[in-house]
């Protein structure tokens, strides 16, 4: 066990305290909103009144007011709809397990070889001009070859990952607290694109928002500042809902019983950290941006050569601090340190980290798929028992499947946050650093044992 652990504080029920570097976060919350409500609100006294006499031309007022009740309903509907789904996904997972790693890779080789197929078979391209436009080839290539690597090399890593979904849908079951961070970070990153988005309108100078004039430094630091605000609160509060939900896996999976309060006070034993870890990823955000506007200007190839740098940039970034969050609120780590713990756990455990990044993304894309399904089915059953008519249902059932898009985006950010988790709690299983009573059934524990050490002889 390392010197310090969340469990130790979970089982005293004290945890660290960070009064002051709360104190000045609020403080930095504080100018932000205050910033972007300013904003707003001179958008309103310019645009105000126009935007109320075109609401009242539209008639929109009185259509809300007449429908009050079918959208009350229709939001209460959604929002069980959405709960229903989302304990049906986490079901799914902890029965299915490694299932939907391959009902996900067969869905993937369809997707992926579907337009090569019907190319051929539609006559709009020969076998040979297929072969000379081979790029076309690339994504069903590399995923057939995923697939084969999955049957054979890697299956045992697999099979051990089909029992860490398992695990997942286990978690998301009896700690249902661990959806409410990520939902929290939407509601919260929607906020703060409005108020960005009102910063962005106030202050960025007309000339510029019109294309007569560049923006400089001189008349553009008030939006520099809002952006860097923006992108700061928003990469921390993803960051912490992180750690929250990432606390009460750990503290659960530890056999303990975790409340959301519980993962509050894990994220904020370590927010100093948090901090000091968003501030870094605000300054790779940056670097990626200054990178394509600096080739923006290069021609194809140069913005080409620039995308390509920041997206390497970009990845090398999330690979390293894959396990950082989890260790650090599991370990109480700084953020450099937690970097450094996250770098060796992906060195030392690659192929796991890409099996998660491929084969167990796609077996979540499966569940992600069935909540549009139960959307759309849900939405086609509501409209036709309101309208009696087969297109009211059809129009109730695209608009349900396009609000699944909230659900699914949480119920996958969820499962993500903790699958990782507990890849990191299986490999510090496996260092020893994790050891007595966890929350894993004994049969699974013993086929995870049986999965690992296969896979390690066949290394």
Not at 18 to 46: C, D, N, P, R, T
Not at 140 to 151: A, C, H, K, N
Request: glycine share 10%.
């Amino acid at each position: 066990m390392p010197p310090k652990d969340l469990i130790e504080y979970h089982k005293k029920g004290s945890y660290p305290s960070h009064k002051g570097k709360v104190f000045g976060l609020l403080i930095v919350f504080g100018l932000f909103f205050a910033y972007g409500a300013y904003s707003l609100w001179m958008l309103w006294q310019e645009y105000g009144t126009q935007v109320m006499n075109f609401l009242q031309t539209s008639g929109l007022p009185d259509l809300l007011t007449q429908s009050i009740w079918y959208i009350i309903g229709a939001a209460a509907g959604l929002i069980v709809l959405s709960a229903i789904m989302a304990i049906a996904a986490a079901a799914a997972a902890r029965r299915l397990g490694g299932t939907l790693i391959y009902i996900g890779a067969a869905f993937m080789l369809i997707i992926t070889w579907s337009i090569p197929v019907m190319l051929i078979a539609t006559g709009a391209m020969t076998f040979s001009m297929l072969l000379n436009s081979w790029p076309i080839l690339i994504p069903g290539l590399i995923t057939l070859v995923l697939f084969i690597l999955m049957l054979t090399i890697f299956k045992d890593r697999v099979r051990r990952a089909g029992e860490i979904i398992k695990l997942t849908g286990q978690v998301c079951l009896d700690e249902k607290g661990v959806f409410v961070p990520p939902l929290l970070t939407m509601v919260f990153t929607l906020v703060s694109a409005l108020l960005w988005g009102a910063i962005l309108l106030q202050f960025t100078p007309d000339q510029v928002l019109m294309g007569t004039e560049e923006l400089t430094i001189e008349n553009g630091w008030p939006l520099g500042v809002g952006f860097i605000l923006y992108l700061f609160l928003t990469i921390f509060f993803y960051n912490f809902a992180y750690s929250t939900s990432s606390a009460m896996t750990y503290i659960y999976m530890r056999g303990r019983d975790p409340s959301l309060g519980d993962g509050v006070k894990g994220s904020l034993s370590v927010i100093g950290g948090l901090i000091v870890l968003s501030i870094m990823s605000v300054i790779v955000a940056i670097i990626r941006l200054i990178i394509r506007a600096i080739t923006r200007e290069s021609g194809p190839g140069g913005r080409a050569v620039g995308s390509a740098a920041s997206g390497i940039l970009g990845w090398v970034w999330m690979l390293v601090n894959y396990f950082t969050i989890p260790a650090m609120v599991a370990e109480e780590l700084s953020a450099t340190k937690g970097i450094k713990r996250s770098a060796g756990m992906v060195r030392k455990n690659f192929v796991d980290v890409m099996i998660k990044e491929t084969a167990v993304r796609w077996g979540f894309l499966v569940l992600a798929i069935f909540i549009f399904l139960g959307f759309g089915i849900g939405g086609f059953v509501a409209g036709y028992a309101l309208g009696q008519d087969i297109f009211v249902g059809f129009i109730f059932a695209i608009l349900a499947i396009v609000f699944a898009g909230i659900p699914a985006t949480l119920v996958l950010r969820t499962f993500d946050i903790v699958y990782v988790t507990l890849l990191y709690i299986f490999i510090r299983r496996k260092e020893g650093s994790v050891t007595g009573k966890t929350a894993i059934p004994s049969s699974m524990s013993k086929e995870l044992d049986s999965a690992y050490q296969k896979a390690q002889k066949a290394e």
